[in-house]
């Protein structure tokens, strides 16, 4: 993990990365694999 200074850190997020990947697990088969999901999301919901 990268600090802001993007050096490796000492420290572990704290955050909610579970959530995060289980999020992703569920959205990655609705969407074409054509990019990312920020991008792919917005141009195949609009």
């Known amino acids: 993990e990268l ?3 993007l050096t490796p850190s000492a420290t572990v997020f704290t955050g909610k990365p579970d959530l995060y990947h289980a999020l992703q697990a569920c959205l ?3 969407f074409p694999a ?3 999901l920020t991008k792919v999301i917005p141009e195949t919901t609009s």
């Open 28 to 30: 990655i088969p609705l």
């Open 3 to 5: 600090n802001e200074d």
């Open 34 to 36: 054509t990019g990312s």
